[in-house]
């Protein structure tokens, strides 16, 4: 497959970019400077005279707090970047593969969140992004939505992927208890991401490890224990402590009802994922580990 990535550097985009070229695809990967979703025009020249077969976007203003602070930056990248990037596909017929996110949803409710639920965000993130799910929907009919959350790996800069080598520094782990999630390795959410452009069926996905989720606290519990972290300064608090400008979901759990009806095997628990995250070299190789098949 001829596959055009944007947001290449980020902690999905550079998970993406590895799994793509291991699986042996024409690979056109684009980071922040070398292509700007917000950029109409650039986007559409770009993707025209590329044209690839699929386009998967991993580009977002992805800094849940500065997008409270500034909503116009929010919409231009997060709501009409997709959009443009539908246009752009619709043009050449590629299929476009665009990630959303679990705080489309209020956290209200207790359980699993599905496509079922009615997406009621909180944040301008959250509406930035789920704006962008409607624009992509509206331009661009082969256009699959993946919603997901919690995401660690390689060149992670959020929490998740940061608290071993904080902890290894010596520095205090603020962990928060009362939230909680469905934790993803971005190496598995990047085996899923390929699988759908290849089925090129439209709609929307739930992509996130499988079991039961965790809080922020008991994922930070599990990383230290995994690292052998066992003097590490770990702090319990809760979110409304920590008085952050966005608000968050309590919980954004989510479950798919399409991928088990499609026949896709469930990813690895996030159990699984923290331990090859931490331990790359035990850990067996995802490529071969069937969430590919
Ligand atoms: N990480 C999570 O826990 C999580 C949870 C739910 C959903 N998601 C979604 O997953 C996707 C990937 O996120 P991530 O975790 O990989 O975030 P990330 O590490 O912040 O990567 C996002 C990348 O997008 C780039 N970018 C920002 N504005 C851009 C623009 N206008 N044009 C092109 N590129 C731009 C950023 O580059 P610069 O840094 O140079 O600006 C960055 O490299 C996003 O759609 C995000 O909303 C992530």
């Given at each position: 497959?001829?596959?055009?990535?944007?947001?290449?550097?980020?902690?999905?985009?550079?998970?993406?970019?590895?799994?793509?070229?291991?699986s042996h695809d024409e690979v056109l990967s684009y980071d922040h400077r070398a292509l700007d979703i917000?950029?109409?025009?650039?986007?559409?020249?770009?993707?025209?005279?590329?044209?690839?077969?699929?386009?998967?976007?991993?580009?977002?203003?992805?800094?849940?707090?500065?997008?409270?602070?500034?909503?116009?930056?929010?919409?231009?990248?997060?709501?009409?970047?997709?959009?443009?990037?539908?246009?752009?596909?619709?043009?050449?017929?590629?299929?476009?593969?665009?990630?959303?996110?679990?705080?489309?949803?209020?956290?209200?409710?207790?359980?699993?969140?599905?496509?079922?639920?009615?997406?009621?965000?909180?944040?301008?993130?959250?509406?930035?992004?789920?704006?962008?799910e409607r624009s992509v929907q509206l331009e661009h009919a082969r256009a699959v939505i993946v919603r997901?959350?919690?995401?660690?790996?390689?060149?992670?800069?959020?929490?998740?992927?940061?608290?071993?080598?904080?902890?290894?520094?010596?520095?205090?782990?603020?962990?928060?208890?009362?939230?909680?999630?469905?934790?993803?390795?971005?190496?598995?959410?990047?085996?899923?991401?390929?699988?759908?452009?290849?089925?090129?069926?439209?709609?929307?996905?739930?992509?996130?490890?499988?079991?039961?989720?965790?809080?922020?606290?008991?994922?930070?519990?599990?990383?230290?224990?995994?690292?052998?972290?066992?003097?590490?300064?770990?702090?319990?608090?809760?979110?409304?402590?920590?008085?952050?400008?966005?608000?968050?979901?309590?919980?954004?759990?989510?479950?798919?009802?399409?991928?088990?009806?499609?026949?896709?095997?469930?990813?690895?628990?996030?159990?699984?994922?923290?331990?090859?995250?931490?331990?790359?070299?035990?850990?067996?190789?995802?490529?071969?580990?069937?969430?590919?098949?």
């Amino acid at each position: 497959m001829k596959i055009l990535i944007t947001g290449a550097a980020g902690l999905v985009g550079r998970a993406l970019v590895e799994h793509c070229l291991a699986s042996h695809d024409e690979v056109l990967s684009y980071d922040h400077r070398a292509l700007d979703i917000a950029d109409a025009d650039q986007v559409e020249a770009e993707i025209t005279e590329k044209t690839p077969d699929a386009v998967i976007n991993c580009a977002a203003w992805t800094d849940v707090d500065g997008c409270e602070t500034d909503p116009k930056r929010a919409q231009d990248v997060n709501t009409l970047g997709p959009a443009n990037l539908a246009r752009a596909c619709n043009k050449v017929n590629a299929v476009l593969v665009t990630i959303s996110t679990d705080y489309v949803f209020d956290g209200r409710k207790e359980g699993f969140y599905t496509q079922r639920d009615s997406p009621r965000p909180e944040s301008v993130y959250g509406r930035s992004k789920l704006e962008g799910e409607r624009s992509v929907q509206l331009e661009h009919a082969r256009a699959v939505i993946v919603r997901t959350g919690f995401v660690f790996g390689p060149a992670g800069k959020n929490f998740l992927s940061t608290i071993v080598e904080r902890a290894r520094r010596g520095e205090e782990i603020k962990a928060i208890g009362d939230v909680c999630g469905t934790p993803t390795y971005a190496r598995h959410l990047a085996v899923r991401l390929r699988e759908l452009a290849q089925l090129d069926l439209p709609g929307i996905f739930h992509v996130v490890n499988s079991g039961d989720g965790a809080s922020y606290e008991e994922f930070a519990r599990l990383a230290l224990d995994l690292a052998e972290c066992h003097g590490a300064n770990l702090q319990v608090v809760t979110m409304s402590s920590l008085n952050r400008p966005a608000p968050r979901p309590r919980n954004s759990k989510l479950r798919c009802l399409l991928s088990a009806a499609l026949g896709l095997a469930p990813l690895p628990t996030w159990q699984e994922g923290l331990k090859e995250f931490i331990n790359p070299n035990v850990a067996k190789d995802t490529e071969n580990s069937g969430i590919g098949a």
